[in-house]
C-alpha cells in the first residue's frame, strides 16, 4: 500500500512539471508574438509618418525635386538648404542602362565645395567641385554612373538620388543634367567620338561576340594633349579620374594614337573603355606643359584581334625563308668545295715569285709584297719591298726627315722600319707568325663567349622581372611597345617584335657556317696544294667568328629587349650593335695591317667602355655630360688617327711630345700641308672631321637617346672605313668578283631602308 502510495505521488509530481513546462512555453510565445506585433505596427506608423514628413516638406520646400532625364536644372544651395533629385528611369530587362551627370559651379570655392551624392540600386558616388585633379581645380565635371542591369523579376522602374548640399553660409548656384547614354556600347569596327578632359572622362563598355576572344581597342585623336587610355573590368565602381585610374585594368599614356589588346581571358565577357586627358604632358613628352584647355576629342574603334592560324602562318613563313636560305648556302657551299676539289693549280711556293693563275674560288693570288697598302699598283711587277736580308743601307731615314723628327733610324726597332718605308706592302705589315697571329685573333671569339653570357643571364632575368610586373600591374608605360604592331601570345605582349629577332640568330649561325667552311678550304688550299702563307691577303678567321657569335647575342638581347621595351633597357638592344660595328672596322683593318690591330683585350675594355657611357647618357642625358664625352671623344679619335697614319709607329712619350714642339715653333708642319701618305691622310682627315663635327652635334643638340647617338658614331666610322677599303681596291686596280659588288649594292639599299624605319615613324611612340 505504502509502495503503491509512492509510486502514485511520483508519477503526480511528474505530470505537474511537464505541464509547468508547457504553460512556461505557451507564455513565452505569447510574449514574443505581442512583441512582434508591437514593434511592427511602430515601424508602421514610423514610416507613414516619414513619408508625409517628405512629401510635406517636398511640396512646401521644394528641395526633393522629381526631376527628369536630359533637362538641365539651375539651383542654388547653402548650409541650410539641400537639394536632392529623385528619379524614376525606365529601363528594359535585360539591358543595361548608362546614365551621365553633368554639373559646374563658378561659385564653389575650395573652402566651401559642393558635395554631390549619387545613390544607386547597388551603389554609392560622389565627389565635389571644385574636382581637385594633381593640384588643378576644375569648377565643372561630368561623371558616368555604373550601368544597371535589371532583373527580368525586378520592377522596369528604377529609382536614382542626387543629393548636392554644401556648408557655405553664403548660396552658391549651380546647374545640373543628368542624361541617358546612348552610345555607350561598343561593336565591332565601329567608331565612337566624344570630347574628354581631366574633369570629365569618357566610359564606354563592350562585350565580346561569340567566337571572338581578342580584340584591339584602338584611339586615334587630332590632338597631342597626353591622355590616359585605359580597359578596366566591368564591376563598379568605375575608376575614371586621374588619381584612382591606375588601380585596376591596364592602361596606358597616348596623345594621337594608341591601342591595348584585350582578350576574355583578361578581362571577362564584358568590360570598360574609359579614356581621360591628364593634367599635364609631362608623362607623354617629359616635359610640363598645362594649357588652359584640356579638351581633346577623341575616337574609339574596336577591331578583332589576329586568329591562332594566323600567328602560325606568319611564325612558319619566317622559318620556312630562312630554311630555303640554309639550303641554297649549302648548296653553294658544296658546289665550291666540289669545284675547289676539281680545279688542278700548280703555283710556287716562293714568296717573292710572280703568279697569277687562279685559285678555285676565281681569285687571283698575289704575292704579299705586292699588295701595298697606299701608293703602288698591285699588278706591278716590280717588287715593292725588299727582303729583311737587304741589309742596313737600304734603310733611308727620308720619313723620319720628312716629318721632322730626329731620331736615328738604326735605333729603330726593324718592325717600324719597315712600316716607315713609302711603300708599304701587306708583306711588311705581317711579320709575325701566321699561327702567333691566328692565336690572337681567336682571342676575339674565345673571350666574346663568356662575356656574351655573363652579360645575358642577369638580362633575361631582368627582361622576365618587367614582363611579369607589366601584367600585374597593366601598366604598358613599363614598356614602349609600338602598340599598333604589337601581338601577344601568351605571357610576352609582342610575340612578333620578340619572333623576328630568330632572323639574327638564324643568320648568325649560318654566317658560323660560312666561315668555317671558308677556313677548311683555305687550310686545304696552304697544305694540300703546297701553297704557303706568303700569298693573298693574310687569312684570319678569328674576328670573323667573333661577329657570327655577336650577331647572335644580337639576336638574343634584342628580343629580351623587345620583352618590355624602354630606356633602360635599350642598351641591351645596342650592346652588341657596337661590337658587330666595331669588329667590322677591325676585320677590315686587320685584312692589310695584321700585326697592327689591337689585341682583344684592348677592344673589349673600350666597348666596355662604350656600354658604360651608354648607361651614364642614359641616366643623365645633359649638356655637362655630352662636353665630357665631346673631349673623350675627340682624343679618342686624334689617338687612333696618329695609329693609322703611322701604322702604330709612333708612341706617346716626352721626347716625341718635345719634338712636337720644336716643329710648331719652327714651323715644320709642312708634313700636314703636302702629305707622303696622302691616302692615309685622306682618310684621317674624313675621321676627325667627321667624329669632331658628331661632338658638336651632340653638345649643341643634346639628344635625349644618348645609346642611339653613340650607335650612329659607330655606323658613321664603319662607313667611312668600309668606303675608304672599297675605294682603295677601285684606285689600285684589286680585282672585285662580281658578286661581292652585287653584295655592296644590296648592303647600301637595305642599311638605307634599316636607318630609315630605324629612325621613322614605325618607331615614334605616341
Known sequence: QSTWDLNTIIIHINYIAIISILCTIMFINIIIIFNVAICKSGLISANVTTRLQLDSFENICGNILAAKTNESYNCTVNHNKTNLFRYNIQMVPVQEAAIRIDINSPDADIDHPILVVVRQQKYVMSWKLPLTIANQHYSSAARTLCPTTPDIFSSCNQELYIEISTLSPEMLSYNFKTSIIHDFYLSIDKSLKSIVSPSSPLVYSFTFPEHTDNVFVRLTSESNLCAIFSVQQYSCPIFDLERNVEYTGIYQTVTTQGQIAVSRADLGDTFFVVVLTKTSDEACFFSNSQPTLRDKEVNIKVTNGLHQTQYIFASLSLVILFTVMYMVSFICIAVEWRWSRSENIAIKSSCGTDNSDKEGNNV????????????????????????????????????????????????????????????????????????????????????????????????????????????????????????????RVGLLRAFNNIWSNISYVSLGLLFLCIVRSRELLSQRVIFKRNINECFGIPKHFGLFYAIGIAMIMEGVLSSCFHVCPNATNFQFDVAFM???????????????????????????????????????????????????????????????????????????????????????????????????????MALVVSLILVNITLSFVGVILVPGDFSSFLL???????????????????????????????????????????????????????
Not at 655 to 666: H, L
Not at 722 to 737: N, P, R
Open 712 to 766: 650612329g658614331v659607330v655606323i658613321m666610322n664603319l662607313l667611312i672605313y668600309s668606303s675608304f677599303y672599297v675605294v682603295m681596291k677601285w684606285k689600285h686596280s684589286e680585282h672585285m668578283c662580281n658578286l661581292t659588288k652585287l653584295l655592296i649594292f644590296v648592303n647600301i639599299v637595305t642599311w638605307a631602308a634599316a636607318i630609315y624605319e630605324f629612325l621613322g615613324w614605325s618607331s615614334n611612340r605616341h
Open 578 to 680: 657596337y661590337i658587330i660595328g666595331v669588329f667590322g672596322v677591325l676585320k677590315l683593318y686587320q685584312a692589310r695591317h695584321p700585326d697592327v690591330n689591337p689585341n682583344a683585350y684592348v677592344v673589349y675594355t673600350v666597348i666596355a667602355t662604350m656600354i658604360a657611357l651608354s648607361v651614364v647618357g642614359m641616366i643623365w642625358p645633359d649638356r655637362w655630360f655630352y662636353c665630357i664625352f665631346m673631349i673623350l671623344h675627340i682624343l679618342s679619335t686624334l689617338h687612333v688617327s696618329n695609329n693609322i697614319y703611322f701604322v702604330g709607329s709612333v708612341k706617346y712619350k716626352t721626347e716625341a711630345i718635345k719634338q712636337y714642339y720644336t716643329m710648331w715653333r719652327n714651323n715644320q708642319f709642312t708634313e700636314f700641308i703636302a702629305p707622303k701618305y696622302q691616302d692615309r
Open 364 to 487: 687571283e693570288l698575289y704575292s704579299m709584297e705586292k699588295i701595298l697598302i697606299n701608293e703602288r699598283d698591285p699588278l706591278d711587277p716590280k717588287p715593292t719591298a725588299t727582303k729583311l736580308s737587304t741589309g742596313a743601307e737600304s734603310r733611308t731615314p727620308q720619313f723620319i726627315q720628312h716629318v721632322g723628327l730626329t731620331v736615328d733610324i738604326e735605333r729603330l726597332p726593324d718592325k717600324n722600319y719597315q712600316r716607315m718605308k713609302k711603300d708599304v706592302s701587306v708583306l711588311d705589315l705581317s711579320r709575325k707568325h701566321h699561327k702567333h697571329l691566328s692565336n690572337k685573333y681567336n682571342l676575339y671569339h674565345r673571350s666574346l663567349l663568356p662575356i656574351a653570357i655573363f652579360y645575358a643571364l642577369p638580362v633575361i632575368q631582368l627582361v622576365i622581372n618587367y614582363q611579369l610586373v607589366f601584367n600585374t600591374t597593366g601598366n604598358q608605360d613599363l614598356c614602349y611597345y609600338n602598340f599598333y604592331c604589337s601581338h
